[in-house]
């Protein structure tokens, strides 16, 4: 596994395909700072492309998934060589948004595991993840609004067809903090689990014991279904489908299937 350790972001992978991510700035809740984007996108990236990888579960240490920005940074001047905000320098999005959409671009899919406070960024960075287990206490809000700031973390795009449009303008606007309860109640959850982390690895485990070439052909398809009219849409279906039916992997899921066994599927 090519990730250099460092004491922002750790990745541990099993040897059930599945990647435990943890946030461990838990000194700080996992607040981002500058070196806490740097660390994030560079996990990102070495498990874009990591042997082996079925699932990931993304999850913070200590008393918090992530409570946001670090304060502690707003006094400080901006760095007069940083690109602008406008300036697309990872594909469609800047450093900010890709440390929340890169969640949605990995190859295989992506369950967030959140305790404690989620706020802000945040929850920007959870909301990247296909699926969202929450601790029914967590604390949650979309916190921005309080410091004078709009979401720009890749928000707007990933709360698309998650939460109701009224409701998303409320916790926008208002920045008010909202339980795990009402978040599964909002859509910005999908389970809420005392034990966040050993759900999210249950469902990991799942999905690791599916075919990982039709789980990454579905994870495209998802990509495809925000944005794409319905007529391409239904061609993705069908070349997507072309790709995986009667290869190794879809010939293993049908016997291990009818003989009632574990599948033994080769890595992508």
């Known amino acids: 596994m090519d990730f ?3 004491e922002r972001v750790s990745i541990e992978l099993g040897d059930d395909g599945v990647a435990q991510v943890r946030l461990i700035r838990a000194d700080k809740m996992n607040a981002l700072d ?4 740097a660390r994030i996108i560079e996990a990102g990236q070495a498990l874009h492309d990591m042997k082996g990888l079925r699932a990931v579960v993304l999850s913070g240490e200590g008393r918090a998934f ?3 920005l670090d304060l502690s940074n707003f006094g400080k001047l901006p760095d007069p060589d940083a690109p ?3 300036a697309r320098t990872h594909g469609n999005a800047n450093l900010f948004q890709q440390v929340s959409v890169q969640w949605r671009k990995l190859p295989v899919p992506v369950i967030a595991a959140v305790h404690g406070v989620c706020f802000g960024g945040g929850l920007q960075i959870a909301s990247g993840a296909d699926i969202r287990v929450v601790a029914p206490d ?6 921005e609004m309080k410091w004078g700031l ?3 973390m890749g928000g707007f795009a990933l709360w698309r067809g998650l ?3 009224d409701h998303l303008r409320e916790l926008v606007y208002t920045n008010r903090e909202f339980s795990g309860e009402e978040a599964l109640a909002l859509g910005l959850a999908t389970h809420c689990d005392a034990d966040p982390v050993a759900r999210a690895t249950a469902i990991a485990g799942e999905i690791g014991n599916r075919s990982p070439h039709a789980i990454r052909a579905a994870k495209r398809l998802f990509a495809a279904m925000a944005d794409r009219p319905t007529d391409e849409i239904l061609v993705e279906e069908s070349i997507e489908q072309h790709k995986v039916m009667r290869t190794p992997n879809q010939v293993e899921a049908v016997m291990a299937g009818m003989e009632k ?3 033994n599927f080769a890595d992508v």
Not at 34 to 37: L, S, T
């Open 84 to 86: 602008p905000l406008s």
């Open 150 to 152: 709009v979401p720009d």
């Open 66 to 68: 992530c409570a946001g």
């Open 4 to 6: 250099a350790a460092n």
């Open 138 to 143: 967590t604390r949650m809000a979309i916190m």
């Open 163 to 165: 939460v109701r449009d």
């Open 34 to 37: 500058p070196e806490m984007f």
């Open 261 to 263: 066994r574990a599948p």
